[in-house]
């Protein structure tokens, strides 16, 4: 019982807080031609959506919150998500190609950006935060390795 717990908030803390943190930011401050914005008339949430985005001039946020933040959530909880789905086998090789994947397709991303092939706009800022979120990926990665996942 104690280790599902534990499992449960790992989960909790490391994937869902941080994915509902990063999509409440989504909704509440970018662009509404973003395609979340799609889905959620989609699921007929546009009166919500109305309500939160008027609430959210309230409480402005700096640049790097809206655009670098969010990015850098993603990786880092993807990355996570990989890490506990192959955490039986952190011996091995696998775990630490699977959680350098998010890292390397956002880096990729945004260097495509920068050159122009891809939509966006590229920002020397995301680099850091995504180089910080894989940081905090890879050296949990070695505590469990070395302690295991409990």
Known sequence: MLLT????FRIFF?????????SLIYIMYRTKTLLV???LDF??????V????????TLPL?????????????VYTFSYCLLVIWQDSLNSKKPLILITLPFLFAII???LQGLGFIEGTFCIIDFIFYIFTYSIIYLKYLK???YGFT
């Open 43 to 48: 699921l007929n949430l546009n009166n919500l």
């Open 37 to 39: 914005f799609k889905w």
């Open 5 to 8: 717990l534990n499992i449960f």
């Open 109 to 111: 991303a945004e260097m």
């Open 62 to 74: 700096s640049d790097v919150v809206q655009y670098s933040l969010p990015d850098a959530i993603w």
């Open 14 to 22: 490391n994937i869902i807080l941080p994915l509902v943190f990063g």
């Open 144 to 146: 469990w390795r070395k």
């Open 50 to 57: 109305t309500s939160m985005r008027s609430f959210s001039r």
